[in-house]
């Protein structure tokens, strides 16, 4: 049934495909650069970064430190809003308070990019809270990851900025993560991201290997995040509608493997799935098995069952995620990913 669906989803067009050297399926969107995206401004030394709280709380002062040495050392200057130390239960301050913070930074002319501190949970709670066109009217760069991914999402929808899944302030910020923010966000570079050779003294790679699933490459705009987030906003306003022949790119941390099977599911329910020209799984950290009874899928089989079907490009390991050495991805601008090498190369800047 599946590989019907595909043949009449991909119909009399596909015989026109031309063909890899793998001898699989190399599939293209539109060349062009999408009219509907709204690309921000790069970043120079001495520009101003903004830091917000728009989800968890942290209840130390160290990480603020860290967090402004890190930007300073990158050439920065911070300026952290006025909610970010603000408490309301586990949250950042009150939805009113964090929604203020985040509109806050977008209108002040001084703030040439905003950062949230950390992710945790609660951005979706402000979503409705946000003022979309003023956001549109003050492209920014925007950078958060895990829970961040509602307000990825949600800005994509309804303004069509590119915004930036990648490290929030209190990552760390080794010389990988910051290297590939650098290139992309201050030398403006059509970034190619690819997991480090990492062998050693082993005669084969051990760790971040790559696992193709589909072989194959595609073309198409890159959106994606964190599986739980994104689908807790589906059926919603904020959540996108279109995903036709896009790269749809999916990391997560402490879900058990029956409930990331859940969540696939519901993106194949969703009418996600059926519409990706392809797909790239970063890192599940802590993604266990437990509470599935007699037995459970592995996480490997879980994705394999909902990703093999579509017959497109599509491979896991990438570097994103929980994960130390974690890149930076731009919502919106076209890419290629090559499913063999496990690469995803930038069609273009992804700032101006």
């Keep these: 049934m599946e590989r019907r669906k595909f043949i009449r989803n991909v119909g009399i067009g596909s015989l026109f495909l031309p063909l890899n050297p793998f001898g699989s399926i190399t599939t293209n969107v539109s060349e062009n650069i999408p009219k509907d995206i709204i690309i921000p401004k790069g970043l120079k030394p001495g520009d101003t970064i903004g830091i917000i709280s728009p989800a968890s709380a942290i209840f130390e002062t ?4 860290i ?10 200057k911070v300026k952290f809003g006025d909610f970010t130390k603000s408490r309301y239960g586990h949250l950042a301050g009150t939805d009113e308070e964090r929604a203020m913070e985040l509109m806050e930074m977008f209108k002040n002319d001084e703030i040439e990019a905003i950062i949230a501190l950390r992710g945790g949970s609660g951005a979706a709670r402000i979503l409705d809270k946000l003022d979309y066109e003023v956001i549109a009217k003050n492209p920014k760069i925007f950078i958060g990851y895990s829970d961040i991914t509602a307000l990825h999402l949600a800005i994509h929808k309804k303004t069509g900025l590119v915004t930036f899944h990648g490290p929030v302030a209190v990552s760390t910020w080794n010389s990988f993560s910051a290297s590939h923010l650098k290139k992309l966000l201050f030398e403006k570079e059509a970034v190619l ?22 072989p194959g490459i595609a073309k198409g705009q890159l959106l994606g995040g964190n599986l739980s987030v994104l689908t807790g906003i589906m059926g919603t306003p904020y959540f996108p509608e279109d995903w036709q022949g896009k790269i749809l790119y999916l990391e997560d941390i402490g879900e058990k493997i029956y409930a990331v099977d859940r969540m696939m599911s519901q993106l194949k329910l969703g009418g996600v799935l059926e519409q990706i020209g392809g797909f790239v799984f970063g890192k599940c950290t802590d993604c266990e098995p437990g509470g599935s009874g007699y037995g459970s899928l592995t ?4 994705i394999d069952h909902y990703i093999k079907p579509l ?3 599509a491979f896991t390991g990438a570097m994103i995620g929980h994960i130390d050495d974690n890149v930076t991805l731009p919502n919106g601008i076209p890419a290629e990913i090559n499913a063999n090498a496990g690469t995803i190369e930038l069609l273009m800047p992804a700032v101006k």
């Design 311 to 313: 017959g497109i490009p």
């Design 62 to 65: 160290e990480p603020y430190e």
């Design 67 to 76: 967090a402004r040495e890190s930007f300073e050392a990158m050439g920065l």
């Design 193 to 214: 991201f690819e997991n480090p050779s990492e062998k050693g003294d082993q005669l084969a790679q051990i760790n971040n290997r790559i696992r193709t699933i589909t």
């Design 299 to 302: 996480l490997e089989e879980v």
